[in-house]
């Protein structure tokens, strides 16, 4: 009986509306560094030092002179069609999770609630590997023409759909999935970690004045922040990896990657350990503020407002 009380109080549609309008404000806003975070992670020193980047600055000073200020959101479309279904699964399943772990107190437990965060970061896959395999193309494109313009070879322009219909052409409706095991991983540890640390967090803070019992907008847009930052730097080593997996061009000498652990044992031993870092502070300022600003997003009820559901208090 309580299990049905239960199943019949949570309604899952206006928290993935709430995910889907949290997920394409957070991307929009952070993307250039995204842009910049993919071109680093990509980046593989030459056999004399040599490298494209020497830094954050000096990527966003490339890009920019090379494609122009709109140049850093190259991939943002497919981005922002598939972060709709992305956000408002992950958030919206760790919700659900959330709510039919917890006890019939309504307390979660610590270790249900990383359950809960795994379980969401788990079924985000299906549509994250695609949608990131399909704008690491995008992003990395410029850095490829760099290279190819300097080699005196013609750079042939793309899409992501040219990218789409060659890999499903090539390899079948899988070949959307490259990378998607060192996604699964990346994304199930960075869940269980951010998730209840996040509500932790938020649990702690000033609440709002209208009874719902949710914290006020900027106590959520710290706690997704906090959580956001330290999440996403302990899961930066898998990150390089998938980024690294998922990217189908390289620059001629590059090495290409056969599995998560050939890309394991090459990075670690012609870049060092350090490599497994790169990009890691545009890691940080990529998802600490779009996490933040989903968090505060998520919690501001739109799609109850707009289905013109009572909002109850989350787990």
Same mark, same amino acid.
């Given at each position: 009986?309580?299990? &049905?009380?239960? $199943? ?19 991307? +929009? ?14 980046? &593989? ?20 002179? &090379? ?16 972060? +709709? ?17 917890? +006890? ?51 750079? &042939? ?14 390899? /079948? ?5 490259? /990378? ?23 649990? $702690? ?30 899961? +930066?080593?898998?990150?390089? !990896? ?63 407002? !707009? ?9």
């Amino acid at each position: 009986m309580a299990d &049905q009380k239960k $199943a019949a109080s949570f309604n899952v549609l206006p928290k993935i509306i709430n995910g889907g309008i949290a997920g394409i404000i957070g991307v +929009t806003c952070v993307f250039p560094m995204d842009l910049v975070k993919t071109r680093l992670q990509n980046q &593989q020193i030459g056999p004399n030092g040599e490298k494209m980047y020497s830094s954050i600055i000096d990527c966003f000073r490339k890009t920019i002179k &090379q494609d122009g200020f709109f140049g850093m959101y190259r991939g943002s479309a497919v981005n922002i069609l598939l972060v +709709t279904p992305e956000k408002a699964i992950k958030l919206a399943a760790n919700d659900y999770f959330r709510f039919h772990l917890a +006890t019939p107190e309504g307390k979660l437990p610590l270790h249900m609630a990383g359950i809960a965060g795994g379980l969401a970061g788990l079924f985000q896959i299906i549509v994250t590997t695609p949608m990131e395999l399909l704008k690491i193309q995008m992003q990395d494109a410029g850095r490829i023409a760099s290279a190819e313009r300097a080699a005196g070879r013609e750079v &042939q322009k793309t899409t992501a759909l040219d990218v789409a219909k060659t890999l499903v052409k090539e390899h /079948g409706i899988f070949g959307l999935y490259k /990378g998607v095991k060192a996604t699964g991983v990346r994304d199930v540890v960075f869940s269980v970690v951010y998730f209840p640390m996040m509500a932790s967090i938020n649990d $702690a803070g000033p609440r709002k004045a209208d009874n719902s019992g949710e914290a006020v907008f900027y106590w959520s847009l710290f706690a997704g922040l906090s959580a956001g930052m330290f999440s996403a730097l302990l899961v +930066t080593p898998f990150d390089v !990896i998938k980024t690294r997996l998922q990217a189908i061009k390289k620059i001629e000498g590059e090495k290409e990657f056969d599995g998560f652990f050939d890309c394991l044992t090459k990075t670690m031993k012609y870049e060092g350990p350090l490599a497994f870092f790169k990009g890691g502070l545009c890691r940080i300022m990529v998802l600490a503020p779009m996490f933040g600003i989903a968090q505060m997003v998520y919690f501001t009820g739109v799609g109850e407002m !707009i289905l013109g559901i009572e909002r109850k208090k989350s787990v």
